[in-house]
């Protein structure tokens, strides 16, 4: 018997769709794109994180009765970055796009971004930034700068002459994700930036405006974070992957609890008249314990401790702060004693700790 003869076309262009607590956003954008796209063979690929507003199930029953509606629904995994690679992943057609579900993006550009790929580009993304795009209404302010800075420093140290790398709409060949699959990190939700940095060849990309619309239903998951988050990834590539994105942040967490330490030491002797000695006691457990939150929430924060771990968690992080601090400080007495320099021991030690207490902690209290 000959292959069996596939009777209904597959889809030109997949929208991969990441969503986390999008349920009431699952139809209405289905409607969009429906009214969008008509005359192209799509599918739109929501990638869920198991949301525990049901986001899977709407988008599940709605695949019922309209197949060109897919989701995955993702368990024991959390990330923006990831959601979108699996669903890139999971689609046959030679064109994907990511879009985020909230409906900030505007799909009314979708068919100019597939005209694009078919004059020959590899990579078309909606941009915020160029002539005629805009996000004034949709990004708070602080984002806004965070988000201009970032795209300046990916300029100058990565030469990525995007105008908005933080973009998260864009349209890509699929083959050009498929080739370099392997190397794409799954955490964080930088898959746009990751994607150009990581591609070997130049993309021959096209940048389209738009407006990035107000958030309707449903919040924001991201927040200010992305930035942090953002910065850290450019100066991790910047450094030509020596520093990984998770170590700068635990460091950026570290520079933070020393000036908590400071603050405490002069409150805890001004204010209580302790002696130095208490003083610094008092210090250092609010230090690591600041450092610990911020870590909580932050640098682990797909790993995040509650309930009894979180203090099971905290109480190990004081161990292995206190063992860093023994390796710090012998370190440097060390080194101190070939020589008396002050700062080369200082430094050394801090270095020592700091790395112990990375290594350590990414074991032992927040491990996976
Ligand atoms: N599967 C999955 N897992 N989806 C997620 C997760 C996650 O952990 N976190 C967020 N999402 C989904 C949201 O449901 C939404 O569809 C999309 O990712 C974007 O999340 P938002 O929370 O709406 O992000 P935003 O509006 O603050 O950020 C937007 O602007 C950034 C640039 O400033 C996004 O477009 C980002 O991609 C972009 O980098
Ligand atoms: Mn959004």
């Given at each position: 018997?000959?292959?069996?003869?596939?009777?209904?076309?597959?889809?030109?262009?997949?929208?991969?769709?990441?969503?986390?607590?999008?349920?009431?956003?699952?139809?209405?954008?289905?409607?969009?794109?429906?009214?969008?796209?008509?005359?192209?063979?799509?599918?739109?690929?929501?990638?869920?994180?198991?949301?525990?507003?049901?986001?899977?199930?709407?988008?599940?029953?709605?695949?019922?009765?309209?197949?060109?509606?897919?989701?995955?629904?993702?368990?024991?995994?959390?990330?923006?970055?990831?959601?979108?690679?699996?669903?890139?992943?999971?689609?046959?057609?030679?064109?994907?796009?990511?879009?985020?579900?909230?409906?900030?993006?505007?799909?009314?550009?979708?068919?100019?971004?597939?005209?694009?790929?078919?004059?020959?580009?590899?990579?078309?993304?909606?941009?915020?930034?160029?002539?005629?795009?805009?996000?004034?209404?949709?990004?708070?302010?602080?984002?806004?700068?965070?988000?201009?800075?970032?795209?300046?420093?990916?300029?100058?140290?990565?030469?990525?002459?995007?105008?908005?790398?933080?973009?998260?709409?864009?349209?890509?060949?699929?083959?050009?994700?498929?080739?370099?699959?392997?190397?794409?990190?799954?955490?964080?939700?930088?898959?746009?930036?990751?994607?150009?940095?990581?591609?070997?060849?130049?993309?021959?990309?096209?940048?389209?405006?738009?407006?990035?619309?107000?958030?309707?239903?449903?919040?924001?998951?991201?927040?200010?974070?992305?930035?942090?988050?953002?910065?850290?990834?450019?100066?991790?590539?910047?450094?030509?992957?020596?520093?990984?994105?998770?170590?700068?942040?635990?460091?950026?967490?570290?520079?933070?609890?020393?000036?908590?330490?400071?603050?405490?030491?002069?409150?805890?002797?001004?204010?209580?008249?302790?002696?130095?000695?208490?003083?610094?006691?008092?210090?250092?457990?609010?230090?690591?314990?600041?450092?610990?939150?911020?870590?909580?929430?932050?640098?682990?924060?797909?790993?995040?401790?509650?309930?009894l771990q979180f203090i099971f968690g905290l109480v190990i992080f004081y161990a292995v702060c206190s063992l860093g601090t023994l390796?710090?400080?012998?370190?440097?007495?060390?080194?101190?004693?070939?020589?008396?320099?002050?700062?080369?021991?200082?430094?050394?030690?801090?270095?020592?700790?700091?790395?112990?207490?990375?290594?350590?902690?990414?074991?032992?209290?927040?491990?996976?």
């Amino acid at each position: 018997m000959d292959c069996p003869v596939p009777t209904l076309s597959a889809p030109e262009l997949s929208i991969v769709v990441p969503t986390f607590n999008e349920s009431a956003n699952i139809a209405p954008l289905v409607r969009l794109l429906d009214k969008a796209l008509s005359g192209i063979a799509w599918e739109v690929i929501f990638v869920d994180d198991n949301s525990p507003d049901g986001t899977s199930r709407v988008a599940k029953e709605l695949g019922l009765i309209d197949s060109r509606v897919r989701c995955l629904r993702r368990v024991g995994r959390r990330g923006l970055a990831g959601a979108c690679v699996e669903g890139i992943m999971s689609s046959a057609a030679p064109t994907v796009a990511v879009m985020d579900a909230d409906l900030q993006h505007d799909e009314t550009i979708l068919p100019a971004m597939l005209s694009a790929i078919r004059n020959g580009a590899d990579l078309v993304v909606g941009s915020r930034y160029v002539e005629g795009g805009s996000s004034s209404s949709g990004l708070s302010l602080i984002r806004q700068w965070g988000s201009e800075t970032a795209t300046a420093l990916a300029k100058r140290f990565l030469r990525i002459e995007l105008s908005d790398p933080m973009s998260g709409f864009f349209m890509i060949r699929r083959e050009k994700v498929e080739a370099i699959a392997s190397v794409l990190s799954s955490d964080g939700f930088k898959i746009l930036l990751d994607i150009v940095a990581s591609t070997p060849e130049r993309l021959n990309t096209v940048e389209i405006p738009f407006t990035f619309r107000e958030r309707k239903a449903g919040e924001s998951k991201l927040g200010t974070l992305v930035t942090a988050e953002y910065l850290g990834l450019l100066f991790s590539k910047i450094s030509g992957g020596l520093f990984p994105v998770r170590f700068l942040m635990f460091l950026a967490v570290g520079a933070s609890g020393i000036v908590v330490h400071l603050a405490t030491l002069k409150i805890t002797t001004l204010a209580f008249a302790l002696t130095f000695s208490w003083a610094q006691f008092a210090a250092t457990m609010v230090a690591m314990t600041w450092n610990f939150v911020l870590n909580n929430q932050l640098t682990y924060r797909d790993r995040r401790l509650s309930g009894l771990q979180f203090i099971f968690g905290l109480v190990i992080f004081y161990a292995v702060c206190s063992l860093g601090t023994l390796a710090n400080v012998g370190v440097a007495s060390w080194i101190y004693g070939f020589g008396p320099n002050q700062m080369l021991a200082g430094l050394a030690g801090a270095i020592l700790g700091s790395v112990f207490n990375y290594a350590a902690s990414s074991v032992l209290t927040w491990r996976k």
